[in-house]
């Protein structure tokens, strides 16, 4: 009796094992000691109130992580950015979360294949794959569609932002304006630069914070904006109003560049999708008759030349159909 699926199995069992430690081990003693340390230090240390502000920030951020988000900050590649990607969504998506999905997707798609027929480190691998790509699959399409409600409401923003300009009131109280008036995202954004410009950020200072999060070309235009007049001096109320109609003709390109392009992305992605699943199907429906897939060479080989051929060609489509406005 070959004892080697055995010993793999006890292998996988242990690495899921030890993946749950880490995930679940709070954060040690001595690096909970300097912490604390450096919070007191910082509380006594802090003489401008712009070390201050920074501080207490820093001490609200860190007192909120939970020690999940730690663990997850262990495990996961770069948590700063992922942080950062999950505060772009508008949800009150944590670290901890995110790596809690990664792991158990992976964990139930591995048994699911290997229960399924299929080898255990192949089952592991796309196991693994599935649970690192479905995660940031859904916090970018989150993302997206955040940002594609800002972008469509932000001209509505920049012209409520023009008429409060032109009724005598100054910039800063405006953004506040919008910030109530305007639903959606440009609402939140506008209310957060208002909060940081009330605990002493400079204008400039928010929405560079703003921008840098939401990472949009119309925002930029924006900041550019605002940051030229603030220097140069002029029209600000007409500055702004002839940005918000460039960003609606902006739009309304993206639009017709999109319902161009549409049919030539839906033949793209069934004829991307279609073997993959037919492959899949077929192997739920009759696993023995794809058994041999993993375990001729030549047909592993032909697998995989097909794939490269697949990817270039998606990459080719991807390119003809992708333009830049």
């Known amino acids: 009796m070959n004892p080697m699926p055995f010993l793999l199995m006890i292998l996988g069992s242990a690495l899921v094992l030890l993946l749950l430690a880490f995930a679940f081990m709070g954060p040690s003693a001595e690096k909970a000691r300097a912490r604390r340390l450096a919070a007191v230090r910082e509380r006594h240390q802090a003489a401008a109130a712009g070390t ?10 860190t007192a909120r992580a939970t020690r999940m988000d730690v663990a997850a900050g ?3 590649p770069n ?21 809690m999905a990664t792991l158990g997707i992976a964990i139930a798609a591995t048994i699911l294949l290997w229960s399924r027929g299929m080898p255990l480190l192949l089952s592991l691998f796309v196991g693994l794959f599935l649970g690192a790509g479905i995660p940031h699959k859904v916090v970018g399409m989150a993302i997206n569609r955040r940002i594609n409600k800002f972008t469509a409401k932000f001209p509505d923003a920049i012209e409520l932002l023009v008429r409060g300009l032109r009724s005598g009131l100054p910039i800063t109280e405006t953004m506040g304006v919008v ?31 703003t921008a840098d999060r939401i990472g949009t070309p119309e925002f930029q235009f924006f900041l550019i904006t605002i940051a030229i007049q603030r220097e140069t001096g002029g029209n600000l109320s007409e500055t702004l109003s002839n940005l918000a109609d460039v960003l609606r003709k902006r739009s309304q390109m993206k639009l017709k560049i999109k319902a ?28 023995d008759y794809l058994a041999k897939f993993f375990v001729d060479q030549r047909l592993m080989v032909i697998g ?9 060609g998606g990459f080719i489509m991807a390119k003809m159909v992708s333009f830049e406005i």
């Open 52 to 61: 201050s502000m920074e501080a207490q920030i820093r001490r609200i951020t």
């Open 79 to 99: 948590p700063a950015q992922l942080q950062k990607r999950l505060s772009m969504t508008g949800k009150s998506w944590t670290v901890g979360q995110y790596g």
């Open 304 to 312: 995989i030349g097909g794939f490269i051929w697949m990817a270039i």
């Open 260 to 287: 161009m392009s549409s049919e030539s992305k839906a033949s793209a992605y069934i004829v991307g999708s279609l073997p993959f699943v037919v492959f899949g199907l077929i192997w739920f429906v009759n696993s």
């Open 179 to 209: 910030g109530q008036e305007v639903p959606g995202p440009v609402g939140e954004e506008f209310r957060a630069v208002s909060d940081r410009m009330r605990i002493g950020r400079t204008l400039d200072a928010a929405l560079q914070e």
């Open 74 to 76: 262990r495990l996961l």
